[in-house]
């Protein structure tokens, strides 16, 4: 059965970094997530099979990036230049097949979810 790890949350001052992981089971397409108490769950970030194509939220185009290990089990998603609007909990979600950037937008598309790691970032 697949599961999803997260790691890589923690608390960071306005400009700062961290890089999040997500453990898969296998090669699938994985966005990463995030949730607060006032945003429903909204797609961050996207990486496909289709080709590894990547694609970006417009609040993150620019500071984030989202990549694969070579061995294709774990997706990166590193900040940089974060902000207190940042603050969420991040998930990551994979499916399995070839999908569009533009469909992992949705978050019905998703299948597997991953329990979450807090990202706080403080002015």
């Known amino acids: 059965q697949v599961r999803l790890v997260e790691s890589g949350g923690g608390s960071v001052q306005t400009g700062g970094s961290l890089r999040l992981a997500c453990v898969a089971s296998g090669l699938m397409s994985v966005g990463w997530f995030r949730q607060t108490a006032e945003k429903e769950r909204e797609f961050v970030a996207g990486?496909?099979?289709?080709?590894?194509?990547?694609g970006y939220a417009e609040s993150a185009k620019g500071r984030f990036t989202i990549s694969r290990d070579n061995d294709k089990t774990t997706v990166y998603l590193h900040m940089n230049n974060l902000k207190p609007e940042d603050t969420a909990l991040y998930f990551c979600?994979?499916?399995?097949?070839?999908?569009?950037?533009?469909?992992?937008?949705?978050?019905?598309?998703?299948?597997?979810w991953g329990q979450g790691t807090q990202v706080t970032v403080s002015s």
């Open positions: 990486i496909s099979t289709l080709r590894d194509a990547t």
């Open positions: 979600a994979a499916v399995r097949g070839a999908t569009t950037v533009q469909s992992m937008r949705d978050r019905r598309l998703f299948q597997f």
